[in-house]
C-alpha cells in the first residue's frame, strides 16, 4: 500500500470523543477507521465493535467516552482508548482491530502498511443497518 499518509491535523482529534476517517485495505474494501487521543499519543481502530462487528462505535459524529475509554452505545461496551481492550461489556476480553499511526510536526499520519488512507468522514454506503437501540435478538 502506500506510504505514510497525513490523515488530519493533531488539533483536529478531540480529547472526549473520536475522529472518524476511511481506509482502503489490502483487498480494495473501504473501512472506517477512528483516531483516539490519549495523553499526548493517538491510538487508531477500525470503528466497529466487537461484539457485533456492524455496529459502529463513532456512527458520524463522535464516539462517546467515559474516563479514557470509547464506548459502544448499542451494547454498552467498554474499550480503553490505548490499548483497543474491552474492560466491560458483552466482549469483554476482546481488542478492536488496530492500525499504525504516528505523530509529527502537529499532525497525525497513518503509517500502516495494510491501509490506505481514502479521506474524512464515515463511508457512503447508503445502507445504514446500524441501530441506536440497545436492543438484541
Known sequence: MAA???ITALENVPAESTFLFRVVDELGDEREAILVATGDDVSCWLNYCQHFTHINL??????????????????????????GECTFGPCEGAYLSALD???????????????????????????DLTSTSNVEF
Open 4 to 6: 505514510t499518509q497525513r
Open 101 to 127: 499511526v504516528t505523530v509529527s510536526d502537529g499532525a497525525v499520519y497513518l503509517s500502516d502498511d495494510e491501509y490506505e488512507f481514502v479521506g474524512p468522514g464515515p463511508v457512503d454506503d447508503g445502507d
Open 58 to 83: 463513532d456512527k458520524g459524529d463522535g464516539a462517546p467516552m467515559r474516563d479514557g475509554e470509547v464506548i459502544c452505545a448499542n451494547h454498552g461496551a467498554y474499550f480503553a482508548a490505548d490499548s
